[in-house]
């Protein structure tokens, strides 16, 4: 399962990290386009901080160490409580799996041919540290539209998320156009539910 290029942050050297690195787009901020409350570099910014974004690396940190790393100005997260603990258990599972996450969550299991169904592979993000209904169904959308995974029920199980040529979500970025409309969508859902 390989990935396109992502383009999820409209910074060159934030994409390529995103994209090259199996882990970073686990985390929460990945998965959501840059906006106010968060500008989306985070893992370029804990890249600089501690010279990697490699899984391994991160789990060999303490908990209250990783903690000072994201609280460091800028601040990494407005959720600083629980977000580098997510991270770190995000991390180490990771590390000591052996797995890049994208492809653990995709894989068959052991008495199975071919690709897990999209209810299977949504179960599984679940599992994962810091992942709800929706942030899971989102990555389920980005697992199929981004790194090509096929398998069946992807779209019904990541729904609303993998309708095809929708604009709902960090799936759906893979150019500065798509962010702009991802952004537009989100801005009309805020306002809808306003009034």
């Known amino acids: 399962m390989d990935a396109m290029a992502l383009h999820i942050i409209d910074d060159a050297a934030a994409d390529a990290l995103l994209t090259d690195n199996p882990l970073a787009p686990l985390d929460r901020h990945a998965r959501r386009p840059a906006d106010r409350d968060g500008d989306g570099h985070w893992a370029l910014k804990i890249e600089q901080r501690t010279g990697s974004v490699d899984a391994a690396a991160l789990a060999a940190y303490e908990p209250d160490d990783l ?5 460091e100005t800028p601040a990494v997260h407005r959720f600083l409580a629980r977000w580098p603990r997510a991270s770190r258990r995000c991390a180490t599972r990771s590390s000591t799996t052996g797995a890049e996450m994208p492809r653990r969550c995709t894989r068959p299991a052991a008495d199975q041919e071919g690709a897990p169904d999209g209810a299977t592979v949504l179960k599984r993000l679940k599992a994962l540290p810091g992942f709800g ?15 090509g995974f096929t398998g069946a029920g992807w779209r019904e199980a990541s729904a609303p998320y993998g309708e095809e040529g929708s604009h709902r979500s960090v799936a759906d970025i893979v150019s500065p156009e798509s962010l702009t409309k991802v952004r537009d969508f989100k801005r009309a859902t805020k306002a809808a539910a306003k009034g």
Do not use: H, P, R, S
């Open 67 to 71: 903690a000072a790393v994201f609280k």
């Open 133 to 147: 209904e929706q942030k899971a169904k989102i990555f389920l959308a980005l697992l199929g539209k981004q790194y």
